[in-house]
């Protein structure tokens, strides 16, 4: 079964072709996962598919067919609902966004990070969030916030 931020999801045959990141913003209404680069590179569209992080312009609806997906919206139901998830309290802790268009990309690769591993050195960090550009250039506080998450979890 499919889920889509811990709920079922069922999709008719004509979505199968829409990219993920389409349906989101446009079919299921949730705005935040950005449109950036449209070709997987910046990582402003990255979400959870099974807890791996995963640029969702680049994946069609038949792709996750059969895989739980988590957005932005949906990650502090992964944490009981009524807080938010440790990496969103590290971030505002250490006032990472600026322009914050970035964010909920780079919030959800730092999750997947941390769920993969839960104590990442600066290299680890750096190796992970490499693909996830931030045109206000916050990367130290980016790191900073994703240790705080490591260390309060």
Not at 3 to 27: A, I
Not at 103 to 108: E, K, L, V
Not at 130 to 152: K, V
């Amino acid at each position: 079964m499919t889920t889509l931020n811990g709920k079922p999801l069922s999709l008719p045959r004509s979505m199968l072709d829409v990219s993920l990141l389409d349906y989101l913003r446009d079919h299921a209404h949730l705005k935040g996962t950005k449109f950036g680069c449209g070709q997987g590179l910046c990582g402003a569209c990255t979400v959870n598919v099974d807890g791996t992080a995963e640029r969702s312009c680049q994946l069609n609806m038949s792709d996750v067919l059969g895989h739980d997906v988590t957005t932005i919206e949906g990650l502090s139901a992964t944490v009981g609902g009524d807080k938010l998830h440790p990496v969103q309290q590290a971030w505002i802790d250490e006032a990472v966004p600026q322009c914050g268009y970035c964010q909920p990309g780079q919030i959800m690769a730092a999750v997947a990070l941390l769920r993969q591993n839960a104590s990442p050195d600066d290299a680890d960090i750096n190796d992970a969030m490499r693909g996830n550009i931030c045109r206000c250039g916050t990367y130290d506080r980016i790191r900073r916030a994703i240790s705080r998450a490591a260390a309060e979890a």
